[in-house]
């Protein structure tokens, strides 16, 4: 079983959907978690920290259920600009990061 | 501006050369990463150093090489061992923020292709 696992994609979605992305991760002593995008060619970056309590930042929302060992992510109102790979990551102590293999989004006009 | 440089972007290399990547930070960051990038997968990592002078395996280590002589620099070698070099080559450092999240911040990657 991977460490982290991702929705598989790719999404293909009109604009002005929701949608949903959900990640799972094995370690249940992990610490901390992100979403992280990534566009084609180029270096992933921060998107949102997830936080017990879930949180949002505009259209996104984030949720992390420890119990389940469960991260989710919504995006409300897509936008074309948002199609990307969005990457669920997750910190295992000492430093260390997991990466989820990603899950691709296309909004389509 | 503050932030992580990779060079060079591209670089071509004949097989059974070693190369070194460039990887310099002057965001005051601790820790540093190198990952691995294939089409289509997720990040994968080579190696870390939390502090100076010293840095760990890890995941896929065998065939690489780095070393942490400066907090702002985090050179890695792709030797010759490394049966499958060509990939995306990502470099990150970490903040550690107010609830200990260690934000990750990367570099723009440097694309190795070994002919």
């Known amino acids: 079983r991977k460490e982290v696992e991702q929705d598989p994609g790719p999404f293909n979605v009109p604009e002005g959907a929701t949608v949903a992305f959900n990640c799972t991760y094995s370690n249940s002593a992990s610490q901390s978690f992100f979403w992280y995008r990534q566009d084609c060619r180029k270096e992933p970056k921060l998107l949102m920290s997830?936080?017990?309590s879930g949180n949002e930042d505009g259209r996104f929302t984030a949720q992390l259920n420890r119990a389940s060992q469960y991260i989710s992510l919504l995006i409300r109102d897509s936008k074309l600009s948002d199609s990307a790979t969005y990457l669920c990551v997750v910190n295992v102590g000492g430093g260390k990061l997991i990466f989820g293999q990603g899950t691709e989004l296309s909004v389509k006009p | 501006d503050g932030g992580i440089t990779q060079s060079p972007k591209y670089l071509f290399r004949k097989e059974g050369q070693n190369v070194t990547l460039s990887c310099e930070q002057n965001l005051n960051h601790d820790a540093m990463y190198w990952y691995r990038q294939d089409p289509g997968q997720g990040l994968r990592l080579i190696y870390y150093?939390?502090?100076?002078?010293?840095?760990q395996k890890g995941d896929i280590a065998e065939g690489y090489s780095v070393s942490r002589e400066k907090k702002e620099s985090f050179p890695l070698t792709v030797t010759s061992a490394q049966k499958n070099p060509t990939a995306f080559y990502l470099c990150?450092?970490?903040?550690?923020?107010?609830?200990?999240?260690?934000?990750?911040?990367f570099g723009p990657g440097t694309r190795l292709t070994v002919l």
């Open positions: 990150a450092s970490t903040e550690r923020g107010r609830r200990n999240t260690d934000t990750q911040y």
């Open positions: 997830v936080y017990s």
């Open positions: 150093s939390q502090i100076v002078n010293d840095f």
